[in-house]
């Protein structure tokens, strides 16, 4: 019903920089928080950086600083730009989105993309 489809992982070197986006697609009647979480190998999925339907952004304390989450109501997307990229950045990053459809306005429900692999390393 809802399929989030993420772009723009891929090798960078230490200090450089990716742009991660997210697009939402589907029977979607209102795209509410979303959010950026990743999963390195041998570690449980964290969160990175979410965003609220009104714009409101937090972040863990691990990316402050270094990673900015921002949205655009209008393509139903989300982006995640991350900057001074560190090894210890490196995992499978995942969108997730939080949706009410079209055939049921009364429930808010979790989505999921597939993820992208971000990898630093020189």
């Known amino acids: 019903q809802v399929q989030l489809v993420e772009s723009g992982g891929g090798l960078v070197q230490p200090g450089g920089s990716l742009r991660l986006s997210c697009a939402a697609s589907g029977n979607i009647f209102s795209l509410n928080a979303m959010a950026w979480y990743r999963q390195a190998p041998g570690k449980q999925r964290e969160l990175v950086a979410a965003i609220t339907g009104g714009g409101v952004t937090s972040y863990s304390d691990s990316v402050e600083g270094r990673f900015t989450i921002s949205r655009d109501n209008a393509k139903n997307t989300v982006y995640l730009q991350m900057n001074d990229l560190k090894p210890d950045d490196t995992a499978f990053y995942y969108c997730?989105?939080?949706?009410?459809?079209?055939?049921?306005?009364?429930?808010?429900?979790?989505?999921w993309g597939q993820g992208t692999q971000v990898t630093i390393s020189s």
């Open positions: 997730n989105a939080r949706v009410i459809l079209l055939t049921d306005i009364r429930l808010e429900s979790d989505y």
